[in-house]
């Protein structure tokens, strides 16, 4: 299993829309992707940072989102982001989290 961990700086006051997006938009064209498998995000206490965590069957797949429908996501949260997110990955060594393909 593999991560994609993204750093989100966002912009004042835009949380709440940024989470509406994520769901209406982001998650189902995650669950449109080959090999992926979970998404969560969180917000700090006052809402100007999220972070989110995708969960990958590979690094291929998680690579070839990365390639084809990151931009698109961003594209769609761009009035809620400041800054660019920044992008770091990782394989999986442990997780209680039950993780099932969609």
Not at 31 to 38: A, D, I, W
């Amino acid at each position: 299993m593999f991560v994609r961990n993204i750093s989100i700086n966002v912009k004042p006051n835009s949380v709440t829309e940024f989470s509406t997006i994520l769901d209406a938009e982001v998650i189902p064209m995650l669950r449109k992707q080959p090999g992926f498998l979970h998404e969560f995000a969180y917000a700090n206490e006052n809402g100007s940072h999220v972070t989110a965590i995708s969960f990958w069957e590979s690094r291929e797949q998680a690579d070839a989102y990365q390639a084809s429908g990151h931009a698109e996501a961003l594209k769609s949260l761009a009035a809620t982001i400041d800054g660019t997110p920044k992008v770091r990955t990782s394989s999986v060594i442990h997780s209680t989290l039950p993780v099932h393909a969609q």
